[in-house]
Nanobody, 124 residues
Framework: QAQLVESGGGLVQPGGSLRLSCAAS????????IGWFRQAPGKAREGVSC????????HYADSVKGRFTISRDNAKNTVYLQMNSLKPEDTAVYFC?????????????????WGQGTQVTVSS
């Protein structure tokens, strides 16, 4: 059964860091673009970042640019989201998802697979 599983969430103080992982099972991530989304309570799901499956081109939302870094390790069938200088407004459930190309990655349409999400809470 093909699935994505996120991990690495937790509680961190403002200014701290977390690294999220998105591991695939049942299929290979090699040729998929992987997007990261987040959803805070009462808000729409927001596209945060995307990494292409071909040339590893990366994309970031303005709200996280310079603080978050997306990367992938195809040998481990895993994509990562390194989050630094975290702010309380980064608090949300973070999801990863797979599609053919990044393109307009911030739209939730056209993703073939979604993970179940991992909670990130930034609070003192």
């Amino acid at each position: 059964q093909a699935q994505l599983v996120e991990s690495g969430g937790g509680l961190v103080q403002p200014g701290g860091s977390l690294r999220l992982s998105c591991a695939a099972s049942g299929f290979t991530l090699d040729y998929y673009a992987i997007g990261w989304f987040r959803q805070a309570p009462g808000k729409a799901r927001e596209g945060v970042s995307c990494i292409s499956g071909t040339d590893y081109t990366t994309h970031y939302a303005d709200s996280v640019k310079g603080r978050f870094t997306i990367s992938r390790d195809n040998a481990k069938n895993t994509v990562y989201l390194q989050m630094n200088s975290l702010k309380p407004e980064d608090t949300a459930v973070y999801f990863c998802a797979a599609r053919d190309v990044c393109g307009s990655y911030y739209y939730t349409d056209d993703y073939d697979y979604w993970g179940q999400g991992t909670q990130v809470t930034v609070s003192s």
